[in-house]
């Protein structure tokens, strides 16, 4: 069998190519799915810009009384159905789903579609949205912002003020020690098996994500790594081995090819040292990666 899927990235920085298509596919071998990675294709956009647009329809709906082609109603309706298939994943009746579903405390904030299970620490000041699930024995630290249909754990620590975005998975064995940005995906600690009976959960590795990395859209990180401080690691990458701090990943597999600066701008090297052309900070480097002067 083959599944096909794609992966839409856009980057409203860039002067040209905003928006890339990737028409990625995945071969089953057996019980294993392979992943072919395909070439982006770039998707001619509108000069127009996108939310100036929007407000002219919506005020164009008032003043004609029209209905607006998205309303508060179609949200319901969307929020819904996506409670509904949490509700079936987990396997709860629908008269227990409410009961369990809202679990808000004055110190932080959960979405009535979120399930947050017991024995779950969550720190002031910390946002779960829509549908996202924090399994059992999981940590959140302070001001973390976890985005809609978000799974977390189980046995999962997360630092502080980390931004988790969309439909995101952090598998039991990953540590977030703070201050990081996650984008779309991280496949967490993972092993390749023949049968699904074999045992494999007593040889996870732990995963580690140090304080300030950046995760791009779609990356893969294999289990056992480590991601050092502030390092960003591009979209679509598969890390096969450990990045040092304040180092810029691309390619598949992913590969050291520059090195960032804490305000997220590339460096200047010179040798052994780097300069930032944005806020001038200094860097010289050392066996773990790039360290501010």
């Known amino acids: 069998m083959v599944g096909d899927q794609k992966m839409a990235v856009f980057d409203d920085l860039k002067k040209k190519d905003k928006l890339l298509l990737y028409p990625h596919s995945i071969q089953w071998k057996g019980q294993i799915p392979i992943a072919n990675r395909a070439e982006a294709q770039s998707v001619e956009v509108g000069t127009e810009e996108p939310l100036k647009q929007e407000c002219e329809h919506f005020l164009a709906s008032v003043r004609n009384r029209q209905r607006p082609r998205t309303d508060g109603e179609e949200g319901l309706r969307a929020l819904s159905v996506l409670q509904r298939c949490q509700e079936a994943l987990e396997g709860i009746p629908r008269t227990e789903a409410k009961a369990v579903a809202l679990k808000t405390s004055p110190k932080w904030f959960a979405h009535e579609s979120a399930f947050v299970d017991d024995g779950v620490q969550i720190g002031e000041g910390t946002s779960i949205w829509h549908t996202s699930h924090i399994l059992k024995g999981s940590r959140l630290g302070k001001n973390c912002k976890i985005g809609q249909n978000v799974v977390v754990g189980p046995h999962v620590t997360v630092g502080n003020g980390v931004k988790i975005q969309n439909n995101v998975s952090v598998y039991e064995g990953i540590s977030l020690r703070g201050l990081n940005t996650l984008v779309n995906t991280i496949d967490g600690p993972q092993k390749t098996w023949s049968s699904s009976v074999t045992p494999w959960m007593n040889e996870l590795r732990p995963t ?86």
């Open 208 to 293: 580690l994500v140090k304080r300030g990395a950046t995760l791009g859209a779609n990356s893969t990180i294999l289990c056992g790594i480590t991601i050092g401080r502030y390092a960003l690691v591009g979209a679509g990458r598969v890390v096969t081995k450990d990045v040092p701090d304040h180092a810029l990943v691309v390619g598949n597999p992913g590969r050291v090819t520059g090195w960032m600066c804490l305000c997220g701008v590339k460096l200047d090297v010179k040798g052994e040292k780097a300069t930032c052309p944005t806020c001038g900070q200094q860097y010289r480097a050392e066996r773990t990666g790039m360290t501010a002067i």
